[in-house]
């Protein structure tokens, strides 16, 4: 007999790991799936990581580490901050993590309280309001549409904030849209926040380095709110980690000690040999993530124009991370005779079953007239995967 906890039951499965997983399916069976479903660098871990990773090995790195990771880890992160990003941490206000996935639910689970409301400005990452929904929270959407190159303004901001805001959730650059907020956009931001001490803010910032206006901007710059934000980063993308699982929070001391402890109860200290290749990372050469920056742009570049080949898509230009997240609306209620689209998720279902590339519906993110696509693929499969894409939509009438 099943019996799942409410808890467990409330919560929406991951729309990006599901279609990876029907596409992955399909592969199995023998099919040519271009995916371009997941958010994860096709590159591999530069060669200076793993060496480190190896050394940590020889030297015994193999017993449980702290649980707010190895002080020399901690330490990187804070030279990191202040060499990159212009800002000033001790090592007591920061908290190692497995994935930056973790930092954010940590820090959800240390703030909101049942029936807080947390603001997501949408389009958003798909775990944002399952997250919020397991603390007991509310989530409080804020939409900005392609029109507003996904981003809100202050206006919008200000007009969500209630008595039972707790915080808000800033990804810049963004997933699923790629849109990069500057620091004048940022600014305005800060200023609506600075008016309202209780809220905290929580700023995603994974995708820092996948950036294409020549520099990333942070909320954690601005005085009057500094106190009130928790950065969160890793490793993940910009050093092409993802399966090494580190992420970290910075912030207030008060709240990393509240998710150390946390932390302490549900995985204790995240891996050891990990914590040493992260600790490289940030400590080595930077010149491998400048060179994946560079070829995510020129791919950014190939799929816009690509995108913008194919009639009723809608197509904005990112910034920042490696997704676009075109308007494709101007195919709901279109048939092959066969088929019918209806919604976004139809629609990267069609494609997917009958042009073989995986996207992914955008309703999750918040946005069902959009699909996601990442282009952290390459050139060639960028190429073949748009002209799979022109061929299928061509069936819809």
Not at 322 to 336: E, V
Request: net charge neutral; hydrophobic share 40%; proline share 5%.
């Amino acid at each position: 007999m099943e019996q799942i906890s409410d808890r467990v039951r409330r919560l929406a499965a991951s729309a990006t790991f599901a279609m990876a997983q029907k596409s992955g399916e399909l592969s199995a069976q023998g099919v040519d799936v271009v995916n371009m479903s997941v958010g994860e660098p096709d590159f591999n871990t530069p060669d200076y990581i793993k060496k480190a990773a190896f050394k940590a090995i020889e030297e015994n790195y193999s017993k449980y580490s702290p649980v707010p990771g190895y002080l020399s880890l901690r330490d990187a992160v804070v030279n990191k901050l202040k060499r990159e990003n212009s800002l000033d941490y001790t090592p007591a206000q920061v908290l190692i993590s497995t994935g930056a996935k973790q930092s954010l639910c940590n820090a959800v689970m240390a703030l909101v309280n049942p029936g807080d409301e947390v603001i997501l400005p949408s389009p958003c990452w798909v775990s944002y309001p399952e997250m919020v929904k397991l603390a007991g929270g509310v989530p409080v959407i804020v939409r900005a549409g392609i029109e507003q190159d996904f981003k809100i303004n202050a206006a919008q901001l200000e007009a969500a904030i209630t008595p039972k805001t707790r915080a808000v959730m800033i990804c810049s650059p963004s997933n699923p849209t790629g849109s990069v907020y500057g620091r004048d956009e940022l600014s305005s931001l800060a200023e609506v926040l600075e008016r309202h001490q209780n809220v905290f803010i929580i700023s995603d910032e994974i995708y820092e380095h996948i950036n294409f206006i020549g520099g990333h901007e942070s909320l954690a710059q601005f005085g009057g709110i500094r106190d009130r934000v928790a950065v969160i980063n890793g490793v993940s993308k910009a050093y092409a980690m993802t399966g090494w699982r580190i992420g970290f929070m910075a912030g207030p001391e008060w709240l990393v000690k509240a998710c150390n402890k946390l932390q302490g109860q549900y995985t204790s200290g995240t891996c050891s040999v990990a914590q040493k290749a992260a600790e490289a990372a940030f400590n080595g050469p930077q010149d491998d993530v400048e060179r994946m920056r560079s070829v995510f742009q020129k791919r950014r570049d190939l799929i816009v124009s690509l995108a913008r080949e194919i009639p009723g898509f809608e197509v904005n230009n990112p910034q920042g991370a490696f997704y676009l997240f075109p308007k494709c609306d101007y195919y709901f209620g279109k048939s092959d005779g066969k088929s019918i689209v209806r919604t976004a998720e139809d629609l990267a279902m069609y494609l997917l079953e009958v042009g073989h590339v995986a996207t992914v519906g955008g309703t999750a993110f918040g946005s069902p007239e959009c699909i996601r696509l990442s282009y952290a693929t390459s050139e060639e499969k960028i190429i073949e995967a748009f002209r799979r894409i022109k061929d299928t939509l061509e069936k819809l009438r």
